[in-house]
């Protein structure tokens, strides 16, 4: 990869290291406000890390390109590590993506990561981890950044200094694999009591392994007045109360997006690891905006554009719903007129491939003799039902072709086709086999606490004594002042109203695939469903 090219100007401070809350439980603070407080404070550069995958990236990415400032996105991910005789997480690894092949290589990794874990959580052994950075393509433009803190941290305070570096050291021996301006020893200032000894700790492991330093601060939220959200989410997590939680809870407020200026006094002693966060930012040059989508087009027959075989299927579609016996001059030239005004929407906007998509799927599934219906907003669309993919036919029921697809709203158009459920999986299979499982995969969906629900785990995190009452019920006794304290219950509230609208998991969608030309876990990582 060549060494780091260092910028002139060092100001300023990169922070690369990252949760939001899509690091589920993990993280106290969305992406949106992360990157909010990130402009306000003018931080020159900001990695997304969170747990087990890119999660949080596209929303942090937007909120950037809409405040227009010129914080640099950095991406990557954090991914747990075990011995490799044992499944037990050990360690950590950070993961930064330096170019768009790197981003790719990262999915890929992320992808591995999750294939045997359990649902929600990522894992693989130091051997594979080695195997995956060393032989997937791209990988080489990753920065790696093993997080040994939380295990120092972890350790017993009279185990002999030595005899832990010897142990950590161990279980980080993976690390010389890595050349010396791709990996870089992570250190954090907590003002906790003992940064002088965790200082002193990192300058052991940096000389043991001859790989420098770089500082970072272990963000968990964009406020310090976000830290008792974040220790209640703590809670949930690990299924304990404020008084049972002890070390999994962070020992104070620090955990903050801190001001360059912040940081620059905390590390006054050592700018050089300031420093060097920056130029490993400066050499970042991977931006989400690179990461293009192409529909798969390969099916198409030869001597076609998507366009010209859509407009082909539709003209003998038309005739087919409107037959010469019933209609011996034609179709009528309401419809005729209807479908080249939508047909030349579709061109305008690049939609062909996905009516295509569509009609393919359901044409399968008459095939095979499967019942299947389009629904909703297609309704309105003299393409669907010449397709076949709806029965309803717009023209004479007045439909508006606009409540379908909108050039003012440039948002694709959504048709729903419901199939019979107890054959549902053959039409799913299908579609993996027709375009290969590793560029089809079904779509997730983000399940988030909703107001109640996060007044019931909040309320239990503070010791509340909730049973197993409703979340209506817990609510309703969280409003009775005979048998809450007021000042509790309102504290309750008001972390309650932080999380309520906090992703808590993911599901999968009930039937929605994407569909690509180039491999899906070039763009995005792929995790293996429950079902």
């Known amino acids: 990869m060549?060494?780091?090219?260092?910028?002139?100007?060092?100001?300023?401070?990169?922070?690369?290291?990252?949760?939001?809350?899509?690091?589920?439980?993990?993280?106290?603070?969305?992406?949106?406000?992360?990157?909010?407080?990130?402009?306000r404070l003018g931080i020159r550069a900001i990695a997304v890390t969170d747990l087990h995958g890119v999660y949080g990236m596209p929303k942090m990415w937007s909120a950037l390109r809409e405040l227009g400032h010129p914080t640099k996105l950095l991406v990557g991910a954090r991914i747990p590590i075990s011995?490799?005789?044992?499944?037990?997480?050990?360690?950590?690894?950070?993961?930064?993506?330096?170019?768009?092949?790197?981003?790719?290589?990262?999915?890929?990794?992320?992808?591995?990561?999750?294939?045997?874990?359990?649902?929600?959580?990522?894992?693989?052994?130091?051997?594979?981890?080695?195997?995956?950075?060393?032989?997937?393509?791209?990988?080489?433009?990753?920065?790696v950044f093993p997080q040994w803190e939380d295990e120092w941290e972890r350790s017993d305070s009279t185990e002999d200094p030595d005899a832990l570096l010897s142990r950590i050291a161990s279980a980080l021996r993976w690390v010389p694999e890595f050349p010396r301006d791709r990996l870089f020893l992570p250190l954090s200032r907590a003002l906790d009591g003992r940064d002088p000894e965790r200082t002193a700790f990192a300058d052991a492991l940096s000389a043991r392994f001859d790989r420098d330093l770089v500082a970072h601060n272990l963000v968990l939220y964009h406020r310090p007045d976000r830290r008792r959200a974040q220790d209640v989410l703590a809670c949930i997590r690990e299924g304990k109360t404020f008084r049972e939680a002890g070390y999994r809870l962070r020992r104070n407020e620090e955990?903050?997006?801190?001001?360059?200026?912040?940081?620059?006094?905390?590390?006054?002693?050592?700018?050089?690891?300031?420093?060097?966060?920056?130029?490993?930012?400066?050499?970042?040059?991977?931006?989400?905006?690179?990461?293009?989508?192409?529909?798969?087009?390969?099916?198409?027959?030869?001597?076609?554009?998507?366009?010209?075989?859509?407009?082909?299927?539709?003209?003998?579609?038309?005739?087919?719903?409107?037959?010469?016996?019933?209609?011996?001059d034609g179709p009528p030239k309401e419809a005729s007129d209807l479908l080249e005004y939508e047909l030349r929407l579709i061109d305008r906007m690049g939609y062909a491939d996905y009516f295509l998509t569509v009609q393919d799927i359901v044409s399968e599934a008459v095939r095979r003799g499967i019942l299947c219906q389009g629904r909703g907003s297609a309704a309105n669309s003299i393409v669907c039902y010449v397709l076949g993919v709806t029965a309803i036919n717009p023209v004479s029921m007045g439909f508006l072709f606009e409540r379908f697809i909108s050039v003012e709203r440039g948002e694709p158009p959504d048709i729903d086709v419901d199939f019979e459920h107890e054959r549902r999986e053959e039409i799913l299979q299908y579609v993996y086999a027709?375009?290969?499982?590793?560029?089809?995969?079904?779509?997730?969906?983000?399940?988030?606490?909703?107001?109640?629900?996060?007044?019931?785990?909040?309320?239990?995190?503070?010791?509340?004594?909730?049973?197993?009452?409703?979340a209506r019920k817990v609510e309703k006794m969280l409003s009775d002042p005979d048998r809450i304290d007021p000042g509790l219950a309102s504290r309750i509230d008001r972390i309650a109203d932080e999380i309520?609208?906090?992703?808590?998991?993911?599901s999968i969608h009930s039937g929605g695939f994407t569909l690509s030309a180039d491999p899906i876990v070039e763009i995005v990582p792929v995790e293996p469903a429950a079902m």
């Not at 005739?319 to 010469?324: A, E, I, N, V």
């Not at 079904?442 to 909040?458: C, D, I, W």
Request: charge should be neutral; proline fraction near 6%.
């Open 83 to 143: 011995d490799d005789d044992d499944e037990t997480p050990r360690y950590s690894a950070s993961l930064i993506a330096r170019t768009r092949s790197g981003y790719g290589a990262l999915c890929r990794i992320l992808t591995e990561a999750h294939r045997r874990a359990p649902k929600g959580k990522s894992l693989l052994s130091v051997s594979r981890f080695l195997e995956l950075c060393r032989s997937i393509p791209g990988a080489e433009n990753l920065f």
């Open 500 to 506: 309520g609208r906090f992703p808590r998991h993911l």
């Open 255 to 328: 955990a903050y997006l801190k001001p360059p200026e912040t940081m620059r006094s905390l590390f006054r002693d050592r700018p050089e690891l300031l420093d060097r966060g920056i130029a490993v930012a400066e050499s970042c040059v991977f931006r989400p905006d690179e990461l293009r989508y192409r529909y798969p087009s390969e099916w198409i027959p030869a001597g076609h554009t998507a366009q010209s075989y859509l407009e082909s299927l539709c003209s003998e579609g038309i005739l087919s719903r409107y037959p010469t016996e019933k209609f011996p």
């Open 434 to 470: 027709k375009y290969g499982r590793d560029r089809a995969a079904m779509l997730s969906a983000v399940n988030t606490y909703g107001r109640r629900s996060a007044l019931r785990e909040v309320a239990k995190a503070f010791g509340v004594p909730v049973g197993t009452l409703s």
């Open 2 to 39: 060549g060494s780091i090219n260092r910028s002139e100007d060092l100001d300023g401070y990169a922070e690369l290291s990252c949760f939001t809350n899509y690091s589920f439980l993990h993280g106290g603070s969305s992406p949106e406000e992360l990157a909010v407080e990130a402009a």
